[in-house]
T-cell receptor
Framework: GAVVSQHPSWVICKSGTSVKIECRSL??????MFWYRQFPKQSLMLMAT?????????EQGVEKDKFLINHASLTLSTLTVTSAHPEDSSFYIC???????????FGPGTRLTVL | KQEVTQIPAALSVPEGENLVLNCSFT??????LQWFRQDPGKGLTSLLL?????REQTSGRLNASLDKSSGRSTLYIAASQPGDSATYLC??????????????FGTGTLLAVQP
């Protein structure tokens, strides 16, 4: 149980375009989902916390207008990278918390490359 | 501000050797600590979660210890195998507001087990 999926697993786009990444909890309902970013050879950095039905909470230094997060249902959160630039190229990983449970379950990640 | 550091950054050992990975954190006010494994280009696999009231957790060849007062955790891997080669991340779990906790990740240790 507690499986989290991400789609797509990888994406290549041109500079200036927008890219949407989906995070789904497959067999449980997640009231809270997290979005992380990982640059090559670096650790995971939390970008934002997404709560179902409310606005996301962004970490310091993360532009909320650039990284749009929508958590429309208890099983789906989306991250849209708007007007992507090469410096946005990274590995994006989401996680989800099972309601009333303390542990985060991680998705497999999405590799974004902006040309 | 909580900072999590892992030493060494990289480690190469021959197959069969026992090894210890170190994780240190600056603020002892943590809920739990969790060790993960990450294969290249992949998401995270949870290995062990140690609650703040616990001293250690064991799973198969893995043993993780936690000393909150000194801000340290170790991951012990017995009889290492080439399949253990991966990046190992530790993360401290801290209170984030409301009923939500947050993971702060360490810098990671890249392990290579030579056959």
């Amino acid at each position: 149980g507690a499986v989290v999926s991400q789609h797509p697993s990888w994406v290549i786009c041109k500079s200036g375009t927008s890219v949407k990444i989906e995070c789904r909890s497959l067999d449980f309902q997640a009231t809270t989902m997290f979005w992380y970013r990982q640059f090559p050879k670096q650790s995971l950095m939390l970008m934002a916390t997404s709560n179902e039905g409310s606005k996301a909470t962004y970490e310091q230094g993360v532009e909320k207008d650039k990284f749009l997060i929508n958590h429309a249902s208890l099983t789906l959160s989306t991250l849209t990278v708007t007007s992507a630039h090469p410096e946005d190229s990274s590995f994006y990983i989401c996680s989800a918390i099972l309601a009333n449970y303390n542990e985060q379950f991680f998705g497999p990640g999405t590799r974004l490359t902006v040309l | 501000k909580q900072e999590v550091t892992q030493i060494p950054a990289a480690l190469s050992v021959p197959e069969g050797e026992n090894l210890v990975l170190n994780c240190s954190f600056t603020d002892s006010a943590i809920y739990n600590l969790q060790w993960f494994r990450q294969d290249p280009g992949k998401g995270l696999t949870s290995l062990l979660l140690i609650q703040s009231s616990q001293r250690e957790q064991t799973s198969g060849r893995l043993n993780a210890s936690l000393d909150k007062s000194s801000g340290r955790s170790t991951l012990y891997i017995a009889a290492s195998q080439p399949g253990d080669s991966a990046t190992y991340l530790c993360a401290v779990i801290v209170h984030y507001g409301g009923a939500t906790n947050k993971l702060i990740f360490g810098t990671g240790t890249l392990l290579a087990v030579q056959p």
